[in-house]
Nanobody
Framework: QVQLLESGGGSVQSGGSLTLSCAAS????????MGWFRQAPGMRREGVAAIDADGSTTYVDSVKGRFTISQDNAKNTLLLQMNSLKPEDTAMYYCAAGKLLYYSGGHYCTRDVDEYNYWGQGTQVTVSS
């Protein structure tokens, strides 16, 4: 059973930085996509960033150049470095794991909520102006 536990959330001022961590267990990293998602009150859950075992990444446009997703496979830890935070980044942030998607040329990960099966409990990020 895949288990995910996020940490690192908090309250920061606009322009500040935070690093979220996700401790993962119970899966073979090479066959999974790992992603960060966020959900603000009254909003749909949004895929922020995803990464596969090869290190290929995808980001939502609103965080490109500000957020960096990475993983330490030896430690089974997923990270999200968030810089230049904005009030609109305020949300509950979730770590998630989902199976790799395959096509004739290889594999890939998406930021589609429906492609992720395992979720952490979330960590709150609040950015004040």
């Amino acid at each position: 059973q895949v288990q995910l536990l996020e940490s690192g959330g908090g309250s920061v001022q606009s322009g500040g930085s935070l690093t979220l961590s996700c401790a993962a267990s119970g899966y073979t990293y090479s066959t999974y996509c790992m992603g960060w998602f966020r959900q603000a009150p009254g909003m749909r859950r949004e895929g922020v960033a995803a990464i596969d075992a090869d290190g290929s990444t995808t980001y939502v446009d609103s965080v490109k150049g500000r957020f960096t997703i990475s993983q330490d496979n030896a430690k089974n830890t997923l990270l999200l470095q968030m810089n230049s935070l904005k009030p609109e980044d305020t949300a509950m942030y979730y770590c998630a794991a989902g199976k790799l998607l395959y096509y004739s040329g290889g594999h890939y990960c998406t930021r589609d909520v429906d492609e992720y099966n395992y979720w952490g409990q979330g960590t709150q990020v609040t950015v004040s102006s």
